[in-house]
């Protein structure tokens, strides 16, 4: 059972990224998905969440309109697709999702099942 986060990389302002999150030995269908960042020297922080329960997207208010979440169910993959990124998005980003229950709205520790993080970069 592992989440596995990749697609980040060094863009410049206003470029565009797409991460994914792909899930091994589950069904993404079931569970929450939760998209974090931590930058250096900052705590983790939420970006957004999808819902398996009614299929909405959470957004933090810093990325909405810029961020979307959309879900591959073929290949069990959620994918974060950055648009208009400003250095201030640098960060890693992880994907992560708990098998007790419902997670959206909830902070980071509540998640128990995390991929390894990739980094994004955006240069001035």
């Known amino acids: 059972v592992q989440l596995q986060a990749s697609g980040g990389g060094l863009v410049q302002f206003g470029g565009s990224l797409r991460l994914a999150c792909k899930a091994s030995g589950f069904n993404l269908d079931y569970y929450d998905i939760g998209w974090f960042r931590q930058a250096p020297d900052k705590e983790r922080e939420g970006v957004s969440c999808?819902?398996?329960?009614?299929?909405?997207?959470y957004y933090a208010a810093f990325v909405k309109g810029r961020f979307t979440t959309s879900r591959d169910n073929a290949k069990n993959t959620v994918y974060l697709e950055m648009n208009s990124l400003k250095p201030e998005d640098t960060a890693v980003y992880y994907c992560?999702?708990?098998?007790?229950?419902?997670?959206?709205?909830?902070?980071?520790?509540?998640?128990?099942?995390w991929g390894q993080g990739t980094l994004v970069t955006v240069s001035s």
């Open positions: 999808h819902s398996a329960s009614d299929g909405s997207t």
């Open positions: 992560a999702t708990d098998f007790a229950g419902p997670r959206c709205g909830s902070p980071w520790y509540r998640y128990d099942v």
